[in-house]
């Protein structure tokens, strides 16, 4: 199972993201939220999500800060950022900070399922090649013995 954190201030939208984690439509398990990024970013410190959905306007630290500062604690965590906003250079701050996907609010359940998985896939090809570079090391290590 892969472990989701959600960070949305306004109640429906963190509802209706809960409920499409929970539908139990993929290999998710919600492990905490937040209705702003300071007391999201002290959670997930303990939880150590693999996917952090967060808003990227919220009080005290909004989602592209909080993106940030998670980035340096789980370099290895997966980020979507829900936004209200169409305006580029939130996009490209996003970017920059290395968050996975950028999505405009409204977002369907079955829309965020799907860049879940999508996620979930990604997460699966760097634990391969992750396990493939051990693996050269390893064979590396036998034959500089020989």
């Not at 970013?41 to 909080?66: A, C, E, H, N, Q």
């Not at 997966?78 to 999505?103: L, M, N, P, R």
């Amino acid at each position: 199972m892969y472990k989701v954190f959600i960070a949305e201030d306004e109640i429906v939208v963190r509802e209706g993201l809960r409920n499409s984690i929970q539908s139990g439509s993929g290999p998710f398990v919600l492990v905490g939220e937040a209705s702003d990024g300071e007391m999201a970013l002290s959670i997930m410190k303990d939880v150590k999500p693999d996917i952090l959905i967060t808003d990227i306007r919220m009080p005290f630290v909004d989602g592209l800060s909080l993106s940030r500062i998670i980035k340096k604690i789980l370099p290895w965590i997966k980020i979507i950022i829900i936004s209200g906003h169409d305006e580029f250079q939130y996009a490209q701050e996003a970017i920059s900070i290395g968050v996975d996907e950028y999505i405009l609010k409204p977002v369907s359940a079955s829309g965020m399922l799907a860049i879940l998985n999508k996620l979930v896939d990604r997460i699966e090809q760097e634990k391969m090649h992750l396990s493939s570079i051990e693996n050269l090391k390893q064979q590396a290590r036998s034959n500089s013995d020989l």
